[in-house]
Structure formats: structure tokens, C-alpha cells
């Protein structure tokens, strides 16, 4: 039985300083706003000869928009539980990653974002220092799952049936 998923996305390409943040709306190639149940987030950090900087050090944050309550807290939820010895404090939602990852994310289609939300904690250290800041590759879209008992393309299982 073959099972399929496929996939509209969409991509934006942007800059963000270091130590700030950003919001990205998903949107359509008509610029019309739209709701999705998947991201991908990858960073890509330069240094001044356009090799990928070894002297960077920290995390960002890719928190979809609208699923976890409040985005102004955010960045103090994680850094407060970060930075205490118990972990025992609020958690934030989304995905961590480090200079020149990437993460991604696919939601409940009952908990689509209109957006992503970037926290850049990345610094630049050493020669990566005064860089540009960091360029975000963000891939978005909705994942549809085929339903295989509706979908009947003459691969069946178990055999027979």
C-alpha cells in the first residue's frame, strides 16, 4: 500500500541581526495570508568572505505563531529555564537550533500558524564579529496525508483485500 503526503510551499528568504527578532507571516504568491501546519527554518551564517562562520556561538528559536499563547514572554521563559539549576521552569513551544542548522516543525492541522516567530541568540565571536547578522531560509506549507481507504490506487494490503 503506498501511502502519499504531499505539499504546496512556499519560501522566504530573510536577515536578522544579531541578538533580535523576527516575525514572518505566511503567505501565499498572491500575498494573501495563510494557515500552516508545517515550517523549516535554516540558518546560514557568513562570515566577511562568504565562507560559513566558524566563530559563532548561541541558539535561535523558531516558535510558530498563535500556538502557544503569548510571544512577548517568550524569550524570558526560555532563558529563565535555561539558566536555572532545577529546570523545573515554564518551557517555551517550538524548535531550538544552532548556527548553520536546521529545524523544522509540523503541527495538528488543528493548530495551524499564520506565522514563525525567529529569536536569533546567536553571536558572532572572532573573526565573525561585527558580521551582517544571520540569513533565514524559511520554507512553509500545509502537508495534506492521503487517506488509503478512500484513496484506492490498486495497491492494496494485505493482499486480497
Known amino acids: ?6 505539499m504546496k510551499s512556499y519560501c522566504k528568504v530573510i536577515q536578522c541581526a544579531f541578538d533580535a527578532k523576527a516575525h514572518v507571516d505566511f503567505n501565499d504568491s498572491n500575498g494573501n495570508a495563510m494557515d500552516c501546519n508545517y515550517f523549516k527554518v535554516e540558518s546560514n551564517v557568513l562570515d566577511g568572505s562568504g565562507i560559513t562562520g566558524s566563530g559563532i556561538t548561541g541558539f535561535y528559536i523558531a516558535q510558530p505563531s ?3 499563547g503569548s510571544d512577548t514572554s517568550t524569550l524570558a521563559l526560555v532563558l529563565t529555564a535555561s539558566g536555572t539549576t532545577d529546570h523545573y521552569d515554564a518551557g517555551i513551544g517550538g524548535v531550538i537550533g544552532s548556527a548553520g542548522s536546521t529545524v523544522e516543525m509540523s ?6 500558524a499564520a506565522g514563525v516567530l525567529i529569536w536569533n541568540k546567536l553571536e558572532p565571536v572572532g573573526q565573525d564579529a561585527g558580521g ?3 540569513t533565514f531560509i524559511i520554507t512553509y506549507g500545509n502537508i495534506k496525508q492521503a487517506n488509503p481507504k478512500r484513496d484506492q490506487d490498486g495497491d492494496f494490503y494485505p493482499d486480497g483485500i
Not at 500500500?1 to 504531499?6: I, K, L, N
Not at 503541527?107 to 495551524?112: F, N
Open 1 to 6: 500500500m503506498t501511502v502519499r503526503s504531499t
Open 66 to 68: 498563535g500556538i502557544y
Open 107 to 112: 503541527l495538528a492541522s488543528v493548530d495551524k
Open 132 to 134: 551582517p547578522g544571520v
